[in-house]
């Protein structure tokens, strides 16, 4: 089975420019999650999203959003970035029911810098 | 909220064992999960323990957990320099999110 994919992998950004990310689950997977980590702040979940819908979302402001695909592919979208958000945005992929599921893997992330 | 804690460094000399340690608040933490980074990389799935086990072994891997003590350890068994990369802790509860520690940087030291 191949992993989690992501891309692009890497990105260099303008203050006030917005961004899309993808990722693409492992197949079979339903669940894509999304963590922003920063040497300061460490490994900070963003949302997830599972059948379309998104389940759970973190402390992050609204500039911050994503969708997902009836195909299970997720995109993530900043807009009008900020220095701060110069991150690797990593997605995690998740066989998840509808209850939930303890197992997450991870793709090489998106390494994002703003300038 | 739920904080999961780690010491930020450690180092080991090759064929060494390395223990790995790590606490967390939540007692209903319903499963614990050891993931690695390497440079440049994205996490990888090392182990993870239910949480009404106490231990898991894995080839050079070993998982302590101590529900009592909300304390939960790694140990690496003859550590190579293939071992050197960030190893995070994290804790998961059905219905919530996956909650990651800061990392501990293992440095195998030749």
């Known amino acids: 089975k191949a992993g989690v994919t992501q891309t692009p992998r890497y990105l260099i950004k303008t203050r006030g420019q917005q961004v899309t990310l993808s990722c693409s689950p492992i197949s079979g997977h339903r669940s894509v999650s999304w963590y922003q980590q920063t040497p300061g702040q460490g490994l900070q979940f963003l949302f997830e999203?599972?059948?379309?819908?998104?389940?759970n979302k973190g402390n992050f402001p609204g500039r911050f959003s994503g969708r997902q695909f009836s195909n299970s592919r997720s995109e993530m979208n900043v807009s009008t970035l900020e220095l701060g958000d110069s991150a690797l945005y990593l997605c995690a992929s998740n066989p998840s029911t509808g209850l939930g599921s303890y197992e997450q893997y991870f793709g090489p992330g998106t390494r994002l810098t703003v300038t | 909220g739920e904080d999961v804690e780690q010491s930020l460094f450690l180092s080991v000399r090759e064929g060494d064992s390395s223990v790995i340690n790590c606490t967390y608040t939540?007692?209903?933490?319903?499963?614990l999960y050891w993931y690695k980074q390497e440079p440049g990389a994205g996490l990888q799935l090392l182990t993870y323990i239910f949480s009404n086990m106490d231990m898991k072994q894995d080839q050079r891997l070993t998982v302590l957990l101590n529900k009592k003590d909300k304390h939960l350890s790694l140990r690496i068994a003859d550590t190579q320099t293939g071992d050197s990369a960030i190893y995070f802790c994290?804790?998961?509860?059905?219905?919530?999110?996956?909650?990651f520690g800061p990392g501990t940087r293992l440095s195998v030291l030749p």
């Open positions: 939540d007692s209903s933490s319903t499963y």
């Open positions: 999203y599972f059948s379309e819908t998104q389940r």
């Open positions: 994290a804790e998961y509860n059905y219905g919530q999110n996956f909650v």
